[in-house]
């Protein structure tokens, strides 16, 4: 069974995000709260989530932040350990349907009522996005659930282990597409796949990535991923993904043809193949 979550209606949410604009996590310790005044519930029917669910929420997260140093400053790598803890934890317990998670004012509630502290620990001084869910692939915790969404395997013995395949700033090259791509579990789950196969040698992943997705996204008008199987998608991409080494490789003109195919097979020569 899904939850509905409150909606914090945007003109109070844009007044809350300028008056904690300069406020600290302590200062915002004490002003957190399960419900609002002006937030209100889909008119659709439903289950609404009730006050303990998001008191739990909130301890949840709360906990996960006191492991990577909150109230004190983070460093690089406990906000890495901070956010794939985050992503899991929100996926596995808001029990929120995509077409409920798509609506940014649910999660403009949860950064501004439930967990300003931790939204304002994670993000000091906050761009409006982080906090207001006018953009998903940058809100402090609607970004993470949606990651965790799109790579969730539930056959896996853990059904969250892709998150790890791909960096946040990898993710969101695909993610910021999601107009054309990253809206398709099927497709990422793929990609994560292919990616998985790939030994760079010494390339840089984000050039390697960033020429992916534009074949991809020059591919998409042509092609539904979706009505492809799995093992036929992931030699599509595999394909994509040659052409890509390839076109890097080739690009700082110190190597020939043949010696850039050679190597981008190297690529993927010392991984398992997929397919059967």
């Known amino acids: 069974m899904t939850l509905l979550y409150p909606r914090l209606l945007r003109h ?15 200062d915002l310790h004490n002003r957190w709260a399960v419900t609002d005044e002006s937030a209100v519930f889909v008119a659709t029917g439903g ?30 790598r406990q906000k890495v350990s901070f956010d794939l803890g985050l992503a899991v934890a929100l ?26 502290d931790v939204a304002h620990w994670r993000y000091p001084k906050p761009p409006v996005d982080r906090v207001l869910g006018s953009d998903l692939t940058r809100h402090v915790f609607g970004r993470m659930w949606w990651r965790a969404h799109l790579v969730y395997s539930p056959s896996d ?13 990898a993710f969101d090259q695909i993610y910021a597409r999601r107009a054309a791509l990253g809206g398709s579990p099927h497709l990422i789950k793929s990609i994560l796949r292919v990616w998985r196969l790939m030994d760079l040698q010494g390339l840089t992943e984000r ?62 020569g010392g991984s398992r193949s997929i397919f059967p």
């Open 207 to 268: 050039d390697i990535l960033r020429d992916f997705v534009k074949r991809l996204l020059r591919l998409a008008p042509f092609v539904v991923f979706e009505a492809l199987d799995e093992s036929a998608l992931d030699e599509e991409l595999v394909a994509i993904a040659k052409e890509s080494v390839v076109g890097i490789l080739l690009a700082d003109g110190r190597m020939s043809a043949e010696e850039a195919g050679t190597r981008a097979a190297r690529v993927f």
């Open 157 to 169: 013995s853990d059904p969250y282990s892709a998150l790890h395949v791909l960096g946040e700033a």
């Open 47 to 76: 289950t609404r989530v009730d006050r303990d669910k998001l008191q739990f929420i909130r301890d949840v997260v709360i906990n996960l932040a006191k492991e990577s140093s909150f109230p004190e400053p983070l460093d690089t």
């Open 91 to 116: 996926h596995k317990e808001m029990r929120i349907a995509p077409a409920e998670a798509a609506a940014g004012d649910i999660w403009a509630f949860l950064a501004l009522i439930v967990l300003p």
């Open 12 to 26: 109070r949410a844009k007044l809350l995000a300028a008056e904690y604009k300069e406020r600290t996590p302590l």
